[in-house]
């Protein structure tokens, strides 16, 4: 979950601009609403964490859950 604002900030395509602009139709957060999900399995707040320990969050639930398998060997 990250507000708008960083989105925008983090934009280095400039699709925020684009669709501030108009030129981009039906954006997410900008003219088309975000509808957080009601049932959402995981959720990362990438404000309070590294692109690297969100990537290690959903590795974790991914490996709790069963769709990786845990390899002891290593």
């Given at each position: 979950m990250t507000p708008v604002?960083?989105?925008?900030?983090?934009?280095?395509?400039g699709l925020y601009a684009k669709?501030?602009?108009?030129?981009?139709?039906?954006?997410t957060g900008v003219s088309d609403p975000?509808?957080?999900?009601k049932d959402a399995e995981?959720?990362?707040n990438t404000v309070d964490v590294t692109p690297e320990e969100a990537a290690?969050?959903?590795?974790?639930h991914?490996?709790?859950e069963g769709y990786l398998a845990v390899?002891?060997?290593l």
């Open positions: 604002e960083v989105c925008e900030r983090r934009d280095r395509k669709a501030r602009a108009g030129i981009l139709k039906d954006f975000y509808e957080e999900p995981i959720v990362i290690q969050a959903i590795i974790l991914m490996e709790h390899n002891d060997n």
